[in-house]
Each structure stands twice: as structure tokens, then as C-alpha cells.
């Protein structure tokens, strides 16, 4: 099934992008203001990583597709509030696309399902990125911190 959900997804790829280049403000103002050919290259990738997703689904892929996009977002100055808004955007985007492409039917049915499970997995990776961060910072402020109590007595 992963295969047929790659060919949907490459026979509705150019909308798609077209879609997220046309609606960047709406995903973020600061997609706003790059020039449209850097901002397609940027959303490009997304849409080709998200088709090799649906031909071989891999949570470790994901992953790696989803940490480089989300330091891309924060090299660009978002926070991660807004990354994991951005992530989310994108795909609800890419559903509407979905939706208003194809024609219903229980293929259609079956391949938007697996996009909003690509997109609740994908926001669950940033999720999950940002949470390990934050862990490994009070870690390290709770070693540098005298007087708190989890430090280690040598």
C-alpha cells in the first residue's frame, strides 16, 4: 500500500508545493519574506522527504528529516513553538490538497489517513526533539548549580 500512497503522492506533488509556496504566510510571516525560489527549494525538500516516507516508512527517516527541518526553521529565528506550528500547518495543508484533488473513494480515503499520520508522526518527532533538548539543558543546569540537591558527592 506504501507504494500506491507514494504514486498519489507524486501525482498531487506539484500542487502541493504550489500550495505551500502560495500559502508561506499563512505557514509563517518569516516564510514571507524570502524570495520565492529559496522558499520552494526549502518546501522541495519537505515534499521530497515526505514522499520517500510514504514509499518506505521509516520512524528513524522521519527523524532525520524532521530534526533537519526543524534546525533549519531555528537557523532561520523560529521558535520552537513555531516550528512545531509550521510542521503542523504544512501538513494540514498538504491534506487539503488531498482532499480537494482527488476524487473520493476509499483510495483517497486510505491516503489522506496515511498524510495525517505522516503529519501527527512528524509533529510527534518535533515534540519529542524539543522535550529531549529541554532535558539535556536542566540536566546540565542542575550539575552546574551548586546547593540543588542531585549533584553528586565525590
Known amino acids: 500500500?506504501?507504494?500506491?500512497?507514494?504514486?498519489?503522492?507524486?501525482?498531487?506533488?506539484?500542487?502541493?508545493?504550489?500550495?505551500?509556496?502560495?500559502?508561506?504566510?499563512?505557514?509563517d510571516d518569516s516564510f514571507?519574506?524570502?524570495?520565492?525560489?529559496?522558499?520552494?527549494?526549502?518546501?522541495?525538500?519537505?515534499?521530497?522527504?515526505m514522499q520517500r516516507y510514504?514509499?518506505?516508512?521509516?520512524?528513524?527517516?522521519?527523524?532525520q528529516a524532521v530534526s533537519t527541518w526543524s534546525a533549519t526553521l531555528l537557523g532561520m529565528g523560529l521558535s520552537?513553538?513555531?516550528v512545531l506550528r509550521t510542521v503542523v500547518t504544512m501538513g494540514d495543508l498538504l491534506v487539503q490538497v488531498s482532499k480537494q484533488e482527488l476524487a473520493p473513494g476509499p483510495a483517497t480515503n486510505l491516503f489522506v489517513r496515511?498524510?495525517?499520520r505522516l503529519n501527527f508522526n512528524a509533529a510527534r518527532e518535533v515534540v519529542a526533539l524539543f522535550n529531549d533538548e529541554l532535558e539535556e539543558q536542566r540536566a546540565a543546569q542542575l550539575i552546574t548549580e551548586p546547593g540543588q540537591g542531585n549533584n553528586v558527592i565525590s
Open 1 to 27: 500500500m506504501a507504494n500506491s500512497h507514494a504514486e498519489i503522492f507524486l501525482s498531487l506533488r506539484i500542487e502541493m508545493l504550489d500550495t505551500l509556496v502560495e500559502s508561506r504566510h499563512s505557514i
Open 32 to 49: 514571507g519574506t524570502l524570495p520565492e525560489p529559496m522558499i520552494r527549494r526549502q518546501f522541495k525538500t519537505v515534499v521530497d522527504q
Open 54 to 63: 510514504l514509499v518506505s516508512p521509516s520512524p528513524a527517516q522521519l527523524q
Open 80 to 82: 520552537p513553538r513555531s
Open 114 to 116: 496515511e498524510v495525517v
